[in-house]
């Protein structure tokens, strides 16, 4: 099972910091919307490499910042401790959170 992966790396006055956006490979470009809500899997932040979920989440234990799309990226996120299951939100039926490290 294979999901998107995009890293930026920013600097704040010398410190790196890795923020990053994943999603399910088949949410890439998708819109999903619940009344005023909008949750939109765009590419210019989670279009990255396609990589397998394994390694998806070695870069999000590594990261500041992950903002993560998808039932499988989820789940898997979970299962690794690193999401705690009430710290997930659904938008029309699609699972997201985040992770904010500082």
Known sequence: MRVYVKVIEVD??????????????????????DGDLVLEVNEEFFG?????LDEALAIAESSESV?????RII????????????AV?????IPYSFILRY
């Open 67 to 71: 903002m993560a799309v998808g039932e």
């Open 12 to 33: 704040e006055g010398g410190v790196v910091r890795r923020i990053t956006g994943m999603c399910d490979e088949e949410l890439l470009g998708k819109a999903f919307r």
């Open 48 to 52: 990255g490499s396609v990589v397998e």
């Open 75 to 86: 789940s898997k996120l979970i299962h690794a401790k690193l999401v705690h299951p009430l």
């Open 89 to 93: 939100n659904r938008i029309a039926g």
